[in-house]
């Protein structure tokens, strides 16, 4: 059975810092890995999907990586800042069905 | 358009009231699910439609009941609900092209359901 997780539960960082988010999980036979960002109360939002055969993705200030012989994947965020305060969650699909198999993610606070 | 939009943003029923939450997506996509998240927990799956059909139930209580009535249109119909459902209903889309891995999956806003 598919296990995610996300360590650290929550991280508080100053503006302007570099920072690594990581996601591991236990069966490496993955199709792909999605990291999202959820705001408080709102919906989430897809930042990086990264399938198997790729060992990375990146879009503007996010780098996000891929490991599957390990099970961990990091997502790195350059120059902070405040607006990036939000929680960030991994998922991997569930074999090929449809089903996301989710971390239970890392709330980030920058500090300005 | 890459935007899934959902229905009432905010909505409160008693216990003895029928319900719907709406999910409309138009970026041709042919898998639409149903997520239930409570507070400060990851999203829980509930339903995943596939090319219109229900492929996956997650053995959810039959006061939820889903409705795909085109590849656009996703609604969860709500009857009887206990306080315990109250939580924010995600509904998300993605590709499904047929015997490939499903993608990326896109998520709508939500909807905030208290129930009384």
């Known amino acids: 059975k598919q296990e995610v997780t996300q360590i650290p539960a929550a991280l508080s960082v100053p503006e302007g810092e570099n920072l690594v988010l990581n996601c591991s999980f236990t069966d490496s036979a993955i199709y792909n890995l999605q990291w999202f960002r959820q705001d408080p109360g709102k919906g989430l939002t897809s930042l990086l999907l990264?399938?198997?055969?790729?060992r990375e993705q990146t879009s503007g200030r996010l780098n996000a990586s891929l490991d599957k012989s390990s099970g961990r994947s990091t997502l790195y965020i350059a120059a902070s800042q405040p607006g990036d305060s939000a929680t960030y969650l991994c998922a991997v699909p569930a074999g090929n069905t449809g089903k996301l198999i989710f971390g239970q993610g890392t709330t980030l606070q920058v500090k300005p | 358009d890459t935007e899934v939009t959902q229905t009432p943003k905010h909505l409160v029923m008693g216990m003895t009231n029928k319900k719907s939450l709406k999910c409309e997506q138009h970026?041709?996509?042919?898998?639409m699910y149903w997520y239930k998240q409570k507070a400060k927990k990851p999203p829980e799956l509930m339903f995943v439609?596939?090319?219109?059909?229900?492929?996956i139930n997650e053995s959810v209580p039959s006061r939820f009941s889903p409705e795909c009535p085109n590849s656009s249109l996703l609604n969860l119909h709500l009857h009887a609900l206990q306080p315990e459902d109250s939580a924010l209903y995600l509904c998300a889309s993605s590709q499904a092209t047929a015997g490939l891995p499903y993608n990326e999956q896109f998520f709508g806003p939500g909807t905030r359901l208290t129930v009384l």
């Open positions: 970026m041709g996509h042919r898998a």
């Open positions: 990264i399938q198997s055969s790729q």
């Open positions: 439609y596939s090319y219109e059909k229900l492929s």
